[in-house]
Each structure stands twice: as C-alpha cells, then as structure tokens.
C-alpha cells in the first residue's frame, strides 16, 4: 500500500503527542513545543500516563482517552513500550505513525524481534502507516507541520528531502535556514519498518509544492518499488541521490548503523542511473543540487555561458565545465552584436564572456539579459571578482533585476570575503543560487544536466530486434528443469552452453571426455585443431591452475595434453574431484576481441548483467559495465559505448567493425535468459568471441540455487524491472475476419504509435485525448509507449496479414501506486473502427485488472460520443457525477480483493 493514508501523516487535522513532557531537553518536550511554536493550525494533544497536565494543555493517559478520532501520532516513549502504544492506536483507529524512538534492530537481534513485533500488532489494523522508527521525524512547511526534534522549521519551497540520516537532516536543515533554501517536505525515515523510500517518492510525486526530490541513502529495501517509483517520478522531475557506503568497510557501517543489507556500490550506480536518478559523490554537491534545484528550473540542456568581470576566474568555471562534459554556449552573431552596443571594445568577444575588471552593476545587467535572450544559451553562470571598482552589492540587484526576465538557470559566484556577503545574501534571498567558488556552480549545473541527459537517453526509442518472439517459453523451461535435475549447484559447461543456444546464444559445442582416447575420439569428431579444458566442478578458473591446453592438431599431441592437464591439476587442487577434461574446437580470429558477459544476483537490485574487456586479464583490466535486466537495444548499445575497450569494437585505427548487431542481440538474449530462470545466482560467458562476422560464447558457466524458484509467486520477483509481460498476448478476429494480434507495447513501437495517431481524424483524436492537437511528439510518445508494466500497460492491436506490425488500436490502464483504481482509455483507428475492436480491446484490458488485482476501472468520455458510452453501459459502468459539462465519467467495481 505505497502511499495509502500518507496524507494522515503529512496532512494530519489533529496530532497525538505520545511521550509528551516538560521535561527539557527531552525528545517528547521538544517535539511538543515544535508543535506549538510552528502554529499548527489543528488540534494538538500531549499524551502521557505520568501526567494530567502540560502547560495549558490537558494532558492525556493513553490514546484511548483522546476525545476526538487523530490522524497521527508521533511517539517519543522508550522501544519496550512502542508495542503496547501501537496496540492502543490501532484500537483508538489512529492510522497515522511516526516513531522517534530508538532501540530496534539497529541495536541487534533483539531489537530485531521487537521491530518485527511492533509490525506484527500494526498489520492487525488494516491502512495502519508508520515512518521510523529510529528516526528524527517529519517536516510539512507548507502545512506549519514540525512533527520532529529539530531545533527549527525550514522555510517553504519545491525540494522534498529524504534522509536516512537524522543527524545529516540537522545539518541539511541548519544550512538551509542559512542560505534561505526553502522546502516541501523533510523526512527522516529511520529504520523503515513500513513506509520506505518508494513510498514517498510515489506520494511527492502527487504532491504540487514538490518539483524534485533529493535523497541521501544508505541502503534500499523493496528494490521493485523503489525503481518502479524512481522512474515515475524522473520522467517530469528531478531526483538527486547521495549514496553512503561506497567502499566494503564503510557499506557495512551503513548496514549496522540502520540494520539493512547493503548492496554492491556499483549496482546502486546502474540502478540509479536506470532509473534516471542524479548521483552525487559528495556531501557539498548535495547541497549544491539543493540550492539549484530549490531556486531554479532544470536546464533543457547542456551549454552554459559565462559573464564574469575576470578572467582567471571565467578560464576556471570553464575548465570546470569541460571537465565535466558540459559545453560551452556559442553566442550567436546578433547576441554578438547587441552585446557591443552595451560593452567596452575590449570585452572578450565571446563565452566566457569578460565585462571587464571596472564593470559597473548596469554593465553585469545588461549582459545577462541579452545572453539570457539568445537561445544558444540554456543557462548562465555570473562569476563577480570584488576589484577595486567592483560595486558587488550593486551588481547582485542587477542580476537579480535581469533574472526575472527568463525561466533559464541563472547561477552566481561572488567571490571573496566580507565584501560580497551582502550581495551574496541579496542573491539569496531573491532565489537566486550562490556559490562560493565557480567550480562549485558548475557542479551542480552540470548534476542537472546529467538528468536531463539521463532522461533524454532512457527515452530514446530503440530499434526493434527480431529476439522476443521466437522464444518458445515453454520448451525454454523444459529444458532448464531438466538441467536443474542434474543436481549440481555449478552446471557443467555443456548444460550451461546448451542452455545459453537455446536462447539462441551462439556457443561453441563442448563435450565431456573421461580419457585420453575419448579426448582423441571427440577431437576427430569436432574438427581440429581442439582445446582440453578441465572438468570439476569444484574449479571454475581453469587457466590459474594449468588446466587448459590450445591448440592441439593430431592424436599424440591430445593425449599428451589430457595427461598434462590432469598432472597439473592434481598437483595444483588435491582437494578438487576431476572428472576429466571439456573437448571444443580451437576459435582463433586474428580480428578478434574476447569479452566477458556475466550475470550476478544483487541481494538488493536481483539480477545484475555485466558485459566488460574479457579472457584471462578481465579482473586486471576492470574495463565492465552493470546494466539491469531486461535490455533493449539502446541499453544493450549504451552499456557497450560506456566501455573503455569500446573503440576496439568499433573500428579502431583502421580495424575491422565488430558485427555489433549480434553483440547487442546477444545482450538483450542473455536478459531474457536470466529474466525466465530465476534459479540463477551467478553466470559468466568468458570469453565472449566477438569478430566482424559473428560472436560466439567460448566458456560459460551457471551457478544456480534451485530453490529460488519457489521463494516467490510474484512474477519475476529476482528482477528489479517488470519485463514485457508477454502472457498478455493473443490473436482476435475483427468482424471483417482480420486477424488481430493483442500484445502489450514496447518502446519500439513508437513510430507505428505516431502511425496510429496520423491515421485518426480531429474528433477521434479529442474523443480519446480529450483535447486536440496538430500532430505527436517524442515526449507524447514517452508516455504512452516507455511504460512501467508494474503500473500501467497498454495492449496494441496490430494486424497479423501486415509485415510492418501495423498498429490499428490501443487499449491503455494505469494504475495508481496501490493498485485500487485504474484509469482506462481506448483509440481505435478510423480505418479500423465499427468492427469490434474497441470492445475486444475493453474486455481484454478489464482480464488484465482482474489479474492484477485492480479494485475500480474509472474512464472518460465525451456525451456525445454514444458508441463508446453504449460500449461502457454493456459493461456495467456507472456514470459518476462530475462539474464538468463536455465530460462523463464513469466507473466499474471489479469487486476482487487486494491481493
């Protein structure tokens, strides 16, 4: 239930006070006279069983005696008493929590117990919410809301704040008061025994003051609903991510400061990215991102111009943007031309863009408003030197004058000391973000333009590759039991490799001899030249122990070579039982570039896909890149361009092109393999042959836990990311006999959607949008095709008869995050309608709710449209009251239970 009574928390009428006290100093005294000092405009009560009065205020023995029904209730009491107080809210039906108090699992195994106590008695009260525990509390400026042990209220503003760092919230909220950073929401999360991350992001989400998020994380729980609320959020507005425990030792000083399992640094990175978040790696570029995302819109892009009276300085904020990929605006000739009509003939000409030492504040004005004009520009950084005839003060009012002008990011540097503190301040309290230093301020330009980025390449449409629908998933499954039926924990390299070709993984045949005269035999069977690889399943690096010989052309030189290897083993690993030796045929491309593919099982993300520089030095090299299954064409591409060794691939110096069409198919293969057979723990392809005609897998090797395959009913539970749901498929017949087919759709399907959409008239257009429009867009595109199929999906009718997959209609559901209601809508094409198709793409989406558990089906129509209202009424919606008079809405109970 992500955000389900989320608003008795952050919107609560009326506030218990559990643990309230006079006592100073006290976490129940402070947070009552928060409360109080930050005018909440509800009703207020102190609760504790020691005393009949606080102040003026009665003062209550239990939530039981509260004369009227709360919202929330913040408890401070000891940990051993959390359970009793629970108990007594759940029963008052107070079904609002935030739990200050320490003392659970972040203290050890019976602070465990008692955690999991406390969550026992909670789940007894159906829509029971609860933040903490362990936790410093919760912050609503814009509702006068200071439900927190904080010393001060920060100001209202756009930035929701989630920490899991209450002492960092002090320090976050100390600065901010400092600088005038305002905020939406600020949020100490604690323990995280019910309500999570995901959760908030979902509701802030929904929420209108919060234009972005910035978060400071140890450790993530509920991977699934973390990326799947990340990425709803990323795809309008901004989430800034610092990452605690980079390293082994300090990961697992996060994991005993809050009592969670921390997961591979580097997959936290490939998670984030995916799921279009901004990380920062240090403490100042998080409250750099603050001040910038608090004050200012996101960039649309990257190049940014420079106005400074320096230029040591200018030549500075520029290396610093260099550095970071960013680029330099090119002024255009007009904004050339303006500018010499308002600046000395001895400016600079061009970006960064010099005033000149003796600038008066009218020349500073000037200048940013013409550059903020020219539309080369996406943002401005003004950097103030205090010289001699420097007015810093003067030039502040200025830019905060020429700012008002435009909706680009206008940032600032006023270098120095007690010179420029007051235009520093004046900067500040205008919105206008400062920096101490020009590198600071391009810093965290340039974080936004990385989500900006970001988004633009998570959104870009993939080519379609011939891959997902000749998986025969059945026969796929009946071959993976029968290789788990084998028994071992490490498959051997023939069930590994028969496994991989039957994903249509090319790999080079091997087969298992227990002799040296077997070894000739397969040998002559195969082809040579051959190579002998040991075969133990107690080893999986054969080379470190002499297990491998190449190479080897006739009968004496394989016999030599199988006795070679079982010497040098034996002497190497006496403790490792040898089975005899692997045969395969010698591959030997001098245009060819080995790689490694691996797979992990991530104890936090699930699967982890690694490709990277491969062979016997791919531990040395560290030349690899983390992607989470499942892949498209651009992820697949993207991961390959982000290598190090990627120009080798792509023609260094004259060299031949890898066939980088089956590479990437391999990829995406591979995602499929490991998204289908959750029994996985571990699978490495080393080496991958990759060569200007084809890629072949040379060694594989799977490593499975076969009971994951029953630790959950959720589909692809070992997955962050819900791949296509493809049982969503079938083939209908239109009333003319076209064949239809019904799938769920894809990012490739973007340029067929546009297809559609040229192909309905105005009012089809307006009877489905509800509004008109001259023609789709990219950005329309993304939201109706890069779909997240934990939440919405979309099922496309495409005409079997076409070769194109011509799309003739589209049935779309999204849900909200709780799955109690889903909004409905159906187009289909003018060419296509009056056969049915409509009603067949409502009955099939309605099978999907029920599937999903959706309570409500709610949809909208025009009240002239009569077909598609006669369609809902044959369906039993209701029509619902509504204000508006050119809309009907109505809606459908499915009557299923929440699973």
């Not at 990452?243 to 082994?248: E, M, N, S």
């Not at 905060?400 to 010179?419: E, N, Q, R």
């Not at 083939?731 to 309905?760: M, N, S, Y």
């Not at 159906?826 to 009955?843: E, M």
Request: hydrophobic share 40%.
């Amino acid at each position: 239930m992500p955000i389900r009574n989320l608003e008795k928390i952050f919107r609560p009428r009326r506030i218990a006070v559990v643990g309230a006290s006079q006592r100073p100093l006290s976490v129940g005294q402070t947070v009552f006279q928060n409360l109080l000092a930050g005018e909440f405009a509800g009703e207020i009560y102190p609760v504790n069983s020691r005393h009949t009065q606080l102040g003026e205020h009665r003062c209550y023995q239990s939530v039981l005696e509260l004369p009227e029904p709360v919202d929330l209730a913040v408890i401070c009491t000891p940990a051993q008493t959390i359970p009793e107080v629970i108990q007594q809210c759940g029963t008052a039906g107070i079904r609002g929590i935030v739990i200050l108090s320490a003392g659970f699992r972040e203290t050890g195994a019976a602070g465990k117990e008692l955690e999991q106590q406390v969550l026992n008695i909670a789940r007894q009260f159906s829509g029971m919410r609860i933040i903490g525990p362990n936790c410093l509390g919760i912050m609503a400026p814009y509702f006068n809301l200071n439900a927190s042990f904080a010393t001060d209220m920060p100001l209202k503003g756009n930035v929701a704040f989630i920490s899991q760092s209450g002492a960092l919230c002090t320090a976050v909220l100390d600065w901010a008061l400092q600088e005038k950073v305002g905020f939406s929401h600020f949020v100490s999360v604690g323990n995280m025994l019910d309500v999570g991350m995901a959760d908030l992001i979902d509701y802030f989400a929904l929420d209108q003051q919060t234009k972005s998020i910035i978060l400071y994380v140890e450790s993530i729980t509920e991977a699934r609903q973390f990326m799947s609320a990340a990425r709803a959020f990323t795809k309008n507005k901004p989430i800034i991510a610092y990452k605690a425990g980079r390293f082994q030792e300090s990961a697992k000083a996060a994991a005993s400061h809050t009592g969670a399992m921390a997961g591979v640094d580097a997959v936290y990175e490939a998670a984030f990215a995916r799921a279009g978040i901004v990380r920062v790696f240090e403490l100042d570029d998080l409250f750099d991102c603050a001040e910038l995302l608090a004050r200012q819109r996101t960039p649309r892009g990257d190049r940014l111009a420079i106005v400074t009276n320096a230029g040591g300085p200018g030549v500075m904020a520029t290396d610093a943007l260099l550095e970071r990929q960013g680029v330099l605006a090119t002024l255009s000739e007009d904004t050339i031309e303006r500018l010499n009509g308002v600046l000395p003939s001895a400016w600079s000409h061009g970006n960064p863009l010099d005033v000149l030492g003796d600038a008066p504040p009218e020349r500073f004005g000037d200048a940013l408003e013409i550059v903020l004009a020219d539309s080369h520009v996406d943002g401005v950084l003004v950097v103030l030197s205090p010289q001699a005839m420097t007015d810093p003060t003067g030039a502040a009012d200025a830019v905060i004058k020429a700012a008002k002008s435009t909706s680009k990011p206008v940032l600032t540097s006023w270098m120095g000391g007690s010179k420029v503190l007051e235009g520093t301040r004046k900067l500040n309290s205008a919105g206008i973000p400062t920096y101490n230093t020009p590198e600071q301020a391009v810093r965290a330009f340039m974080y936004l333009v990385t989500y900006a980025r970001n988004r633009q390449f998570l959104y870009e449409m993939p080519r379609a590759m011939p891959v997902q629908y000749s998986l025969d998933r059945g026969h796929l499954r009946e071959l993976a039991e029968a290789a788990l039926q084998e028994g071992r924990d490490i498959l051997s390299e023939s069930t590994s490799k028969r496994l991989l070709e039957a994903y249509g993984i090319p790999v080079n045949r091997t087969e298992i001899a227990r002799s040296a005269e077997e070894a000739v035999k397969l040998s002559h069977e195969m082809g040579l030249p051959v190579v002998l690889k040991v075969f133990s399943e107690q080893i999986t690096h054969k080379t470190d122990v002499g297990g491998v010989e190449l190479d080897l052309y006739d009968e004496h030189e394989i016999s030599e070579a199988y006795d070679r290897i079982m010497q040098r083993v034996k002497a190497a690993r006496p403790d490792a039982h040898l089975e005899g030796v692997t045969v395969q045929k010698m591959v030997s491309e001098p245009e060819g570039h080995e790689l490694i593919l691996g797979v992990k099982r991530d104890p936090v993300f699930g699967m982890v896909l690694l490709v990277g520089a491969g062979g016997t030095s791919a531990e040395l090299y560290q030349d690899r890149a983390l992607e989470l299954p499942p892949l498209n064409e651009r992820l697949a591409r993207h991961a390959l361009e982000s290598l190090r060794s990627w120009p080798l691939l792509n023609g260094y110096r004259g060299h031949p092109v890898v066939n980088q069409d089956q590479l990437i198919e391999v990829l995406i293969r591979l995602s499929y393999f490991v998204a289908d057979m959750p029994e996985i723990v571990e699978l490495d392809i080393n080496p991958l042959m990759v060569t200007p005609a084809y890629s072949i897998a040379l060694d594989a090797r799977i490593v499975v836990d076969r009971a994951q395959s029953q630790k959950s009913s959720r589909p692809y539970s070992h997955l962050a990311i819900r791949p296509v749901p493809e049982e969503y498929s079938k083939t209908v017949t239109l009333k003319d006999g076209t064949l239809a087919r019904l799938r769920p759709i894809q990012p490739e399907d973007e340029d067929k959607w546009h297809e559609l959409l040229r192909g309905c008239s105005p009012e089809s257009i307006r009877a489905r949008f509800r509004f008109s429009f001259q023609g789709t867009t990219h950005d329309m595109a993304t939201r109706f095709c890069f779909i997240d199929y934990d939440r919405e999906i979309a099922i496309v009718a495409e005409r079997v008869e076409d070769p194109t997959g011509q799309l003739i209609g589209v049935g779309r559901m999204v849900a909200d995050a709780d799955h109690q209601e889903a909004e409905y809508a159906v187009l289909v094409g003018d060419r296509w309608q009056g056969q049915g198709l409509g009603s067949i793409l409502t009955d099939y989406c309605l099978d999907v709710c029920r599937i999903w558990g959706v309570q409500r089906i709610v949809a909208e129509t025009a009240p002239d449209n009569y077909r598609m209202l006669e369609m809902f009424r044959k369906r039993d919606f209701a029509k619902q009251h509504t204000h508006s008079m050119d809309t009907i809405l109505l809606m459908k109970n499915l009557g299923i239970s929440s699973p």
